[in-house]
């Protein structure tokens, strides 16, 4: 093994002098990394090109010498930065709506941003961890999903710019591992919720929130009965250190989210309830290849990582519609407490 690769199983002990870069860390679940690494001691790059994410969401680490911010596209081949224990890639848009609207762009962020990172990865002999997702299992046949599952993909559908973009980048990492030995981590991540998504960016738990704090009908795509698992982004955040600072033989790749299953009507309901929104349950059309289950199967992350998401999701929901009242310009209240 080469003698310069750094051993971060030390990352959450003695060794706080770590640097970290996280490609997409001015985004709603990127802001909460920078956020816990800065709080362990680390050394932060937040590389990020605000394609949707915000300078706002790191504007209160600014003030944090070890935190610093380089606004680049990683489509691009980003600069020659040295001295990176780790590399976090979360650079990609993530809600439907994002990457529907720019479909090339987003492959190219994917594939060849995936690929930029990956080379300066090899050139630093930096760990790397990369967000996959849940859509690499498409509208999936096996139920809950097991990371064995290969998935039920359409490439040619609207959909495919991010799933297919996102399966070839976990192709990319495991290639690097294969033919330059680079230790890395593949995450898939299960919709994820909390502070600091954007109360437009499209995704159901920001959409029914916004709806609902201001009294606007809540969109239901088709029946509702379509299933998801949502995650609190905390428990999210500590399943990513937990994989980053795993033995170099967990690589993955590793399902993390909360496998709770909902389905998207209920989770209406839950948020017309928490907020006591006088909204009405609408149902409108449902978009093309939305699939219609999710589950994770969590084993492996409980059996080599020893992670689980303890967050229930009423806490996690009524900590994020505290969150969309303050950024509506609303004063902060107890939800939870509808009449
Ligand atoms: P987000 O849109 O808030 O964050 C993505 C960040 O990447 C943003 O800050 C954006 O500006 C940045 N970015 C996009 N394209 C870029 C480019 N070309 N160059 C540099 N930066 C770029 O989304 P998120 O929910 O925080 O998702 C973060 C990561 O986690 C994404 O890779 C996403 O695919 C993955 N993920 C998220 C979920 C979820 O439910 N939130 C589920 C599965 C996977
Ligand atoms: N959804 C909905 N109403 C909305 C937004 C989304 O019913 O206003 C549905 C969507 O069709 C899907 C589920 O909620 O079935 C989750 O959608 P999201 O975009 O949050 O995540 P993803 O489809 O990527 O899992």
């Not at 001015?26 to 909460?32: C, K, L, P």
């Not at 709806?211 to 995650?231: N, V």
Request: aromatic share 6%; hydrophobic share 35%.
């Amino acid at each position: 093994m080469d003698s310069t690769v750094i051993d971060m199983t030390t990352l959450a002990g003695t060794r706080l002098d770590c640097t970290f870069l996280v490609a997409g860390g001015a985004g709603f679940i990127g802001s909460h990394l920078c956020e816990r690494l800065l709080q362990h001691g680390h050394r932060v790059l937040c590389l990020d090109n605000f394609h949707t994410g915000r300078i706002e969401n790191v504007a209160h680490l600014s003030g944090n010498d070890r935190f610093s911010v380089i606004e680049h596209d990683v489509a691009a081949p980003p600069p020659a930065l040295r001295g990176i224990d780790g590399i976090f890639n979360l650079a990609s848009p993530a809600s439907p709506i994002a990457y529907g609207s720019d479909p090339v762009g987003t492959v190219r962020t994917n594939v060849l941003g995936t690929l930029h990172l990956l080379e300066l990865a090899t050139a630093n002999r930096a760990r790397f961890l990369q967000a996959s997702t849940s859509e690499v299992y498409g509208d999936p046949l096996v139920h809950p999903q097991p990371e064995t599952y290969w998935g039920n993909v359409n490439p040619t559908g609207p959909r495919a710019c991010y799933d297919e973009g996102k399966r070839c980048a976990e192709t990319l990492v495991f290639d690097f591992q294969r033919s330059q030995n680079l230790d890395i981590k593949v995450a898939r991540i299960f919709n994820t919720f909390g502070p600091r998504m954007r109360p437009d960016d499209g995704r159901v738990v920001s959409n029914f929130a916004v709806q609902a704090l201001q009294g606007a009908d809540i969109t239901i795509h088709g029946t509702g009965a379509q299933t998801r698992s949502f995650c609190y982004v905390d428990d999210l955040v500590e399943g990513l250190l937990m994989l980053m600072r795993s033995p170099r033989a967990v690589a993955g790749p590793i399902n993390l989210g909360n496998p709770l299953e909902t389905p998207v009507k209920d989770l209406a309901q839950l948020i017309a309830w928490l907020t006591g929104s006088p909204s009405r349950l609408v149902h409108v059309p449902r978009p093309q290849d939305d699939p219609e289950v999710r589950r994770p199967d969590i084993e492996r992350a409980e059996r080599e990582l020893g992670w689980r998401p303890d967050t229930h999701l009423v806490e996690g929901l009524a900590r994020t519609i505290n969150y969309f009242e303050q950024i509506l310009g609303g004063s902060e209240r107890k939800v939870g407490a509808a009449e």
